[in-house]
């Protein structure tokens, strides 16, 4: 499905709301361009309004003036059932009014010297005895005018003081859709990312996924709130601007028309170099992004090697890769924004000066001072959207590469997350000829078959890269076998879905995870389900209570990211509560008192023999001291069971781990 049409469909959930910031808009655009219309009525029938024919009248009236004895009214404002004497003009010459008490058949350039006024037109020429007027002799002319001009200016307050509310109305909903819409879409990011497979993380930095949910989806906010709110006032200023135009002049309008193509043609041609560059600045961003999160994370390690030159070459050289396009996309902006607009911008008035001029040595094709007003002011304010429309390109375009790798995200295969739960297993475990590998390359398991009863410790042991943590990714679903079957109590785990299979399962690793939170947070995991004494059962199971006594919150100490105020025994207790506190059928230890003092090692140890009872407990382990007790201990090599058995029938055998224990016994090392 296309870009387009997939935000068209987001912006569709909340469409009653759009369609009412529409209307709201709609109605606003209207109420402001009257401006034009009221101030070419103001003119030409007010303002300039004195120079229309005016007869003389024998009674006075409402609209009639006095001027030496004499009652005169404007043609427009006539009595059509009153008798009209004689027809008057009064002219503006410079600053000066002046009267003429006779017809004038035609108007064109006036001068006024010595009583009388000249005007000619073309090759017509004729003189009139014209009396000027005083200030007060003009403004009694002028002032049946008043109430109307009053009128008007009130009229066009109000209609602004309309518009201003309806404009507020209309950002008002367009942002607060727009921020559902991206509330939306990030909740829709995450719960997938909840979804994907643990494979699909193996392979791309945190930085940037993070960077697209984050950034990508914030310049998709953008389109909503800014872009698409400005395209919509735009067009809908313009339709309002052309449909004026029309109104006050075909053809000229017409010609104006012409900006439309050319402003898609402008577009598609912006497009075609930017998309590229907005694509590099977007993955650019996310490897900065993941370049930060990875310093950030490493910087204990960083400055422990002095590597941070190194680390901040490095990321200078993104960032220089940053500025680069950066600029390009500013010489493009720079080139196709203001320099086209003002290029359009003066065709349209060189038309402008074109047209009108042409009309103006026509007689009869002469134009109201009005008319070119409202003209001129119409064509001003249609460059406005258009620049607007066009300084919007660049966002338009970031948006949508944006939205592509947002789509791109939420197009990944995943998981659906189930609610269902089943009845507790036993921990009856199978493995059965089981093969795996990952994505596609060598099996890093290679026909493994063990069983481990209910109630059993089996131990994996092995060098580094022998598949011991394969094997537990296998049992977790973390990922999928090529061959064989794993089953629980008989049934393979793949006719269940994995939330069900991992129900039934705890797990702590060698590097516990904390989460921001308090200590009790972290064992419950914010899982209602699980109870306050449930939490604090746990912690004392694995003697917990003693460490976390002198804290000032106890249990409900605040722990920050990761833990990293607590040392890695306090960490990995919290992390071994957690697992018996969702009372797992099977547990798994994955070298968890790997960093673990001697002291601790014995006070978690002393818990596990209570809380292993009936489970089925899984343990990977460097420290071969601490599986002594194991039921079955598998020692794997390159992927295969090389030896199976307890401890004392494995040392009986002399093999490898055998070698591996004496090695470890004799010289305190760790191997692996």
Partial sequence: MKT????????????????????????????????????????????????????????????????????????DRADPSAEKRKEVHIFQVGMNYYFVDEAVPFDGKRTAAGGELRISSGKQSETYQAVPLSKSEVFSFYEPEVGGLVSLVLLYLVLLIF?????????????????????????????????????????????????????????????????????ATNLIYMAGIFAALLLLDVRLA?????????????????????????HKLRSINSEINAKMNESIQGMTIIQAFRRQKDIKREFEQLNDSHF??????????????????????????????????GAALNAEGM?????????????????????????????????RVSSERVFRLLDEPGVEVEDKSSEKVNGHVVFKDVSFCYDDGDDVLQNISFEAKQGETVALVGHTGSGKSSVMNVLFRFYDIQKGDVTIDGTSIYHMSRQEIRQHMGIVLQDPYLFSGTIASNVSLENEDISREQIEA???????????????????????????????????????????????????????????????????????????????????????????????ILVLDKGRIIERGHHEELMKQKGQYYQMYELQKGRGTLIG
Wanted: net charge positive; hydrophobic share 45%.
């Fill in 4 to 75: 387009g049409k997939r935000l068209f469909q987001y912006a569709l959930l909340y469409k009653k709301t759009l369609i009412a910031a529409l209307v709201m808009l709609t109605v606003a655009v209207t109420a402001e361009l009257t401006g034009p219309m009221i101030a070419k009525k103001m003119i030409d029938d007010h303002i300039l309004g004195i120079e229309k024919t005016w007869y003389e009248v024998s009674e006075k009236g409402k609209h009639t003036v006095a001027y030496k004895g004499r009652e005169f009214v404007r043609e």
């Fill in 163 to 231: 518009s201003i509310f309806f404009h507020y109305g209309q950002i008002y909903l367009l942002q607060m859709s727009a921020n559902r819409i991206i509330q939306k879409m990030r909740q829709d990011v995450f719960a997938n990312i909840q979804r994907l497979p643990v494979r699909y993380f193996d392979n791309l930095p945190a930085g940037k996924i993070v960077a697209r949910v984050t950034n990508d989806t914030e310049a998709i906010r953008d389109l909503y709130v800014t872009v698409l709110s400005t395209f």
């Fill in 254 to 278: 017409s010609v104006c028309l012409l900006i439309l193509p050319l402003i898609v043609i402008w577009a598609a041609a912006y497009r075609k170099f930017a998309s590229g560059y907005n």
């Fill in 324 to 357: 680069q396009y950066q600029n390009k996309m500013l010489n493009l902006n720079s080139l196709m924004s203001h320099n086209l607009i003002n290029i359009l911008r003066n065709l349209m008035f060189t038309a402008l000066i074109w047209y009108f001029g």
């Fill in 367 to 399: 134009i109201s001072i009005g008319v070119l007003y409202a003209f001129v002011d119409y064509l001003n304010r249609l460059f406005e959207p258009i620049t607007g429309i066009v300084n919007q390109f660049a966002k338009l375009e970031l948006a």
């Fill in 538 to 632: 746990a912690l004392k199971h694995v003697g917990a209570d003693k460490l976390f006594a002198q804290l000032p919150k106890g249990f409900d100490e605040p722990v920050i990211e990761k833990g990293s105020t607590l040392s890695s025994g306090e960490r990995q207790l919290i992390s071994f509560a957690r697992a018996l506190a969702y009372d797992p059928a099977i547990l798994i230890l994955d070298e968890a008192t790997a960093n673990i003092d001697t002291e601790t090692e014995a006070m978690i140890q002393k818990a596990l023999d209570v809380v292993k009872k009936g489970r089925t407990t899984f343990i990977i382990a460097h420290r071969l001291s601490t599986i002594r007790n194991a039921d079955q």
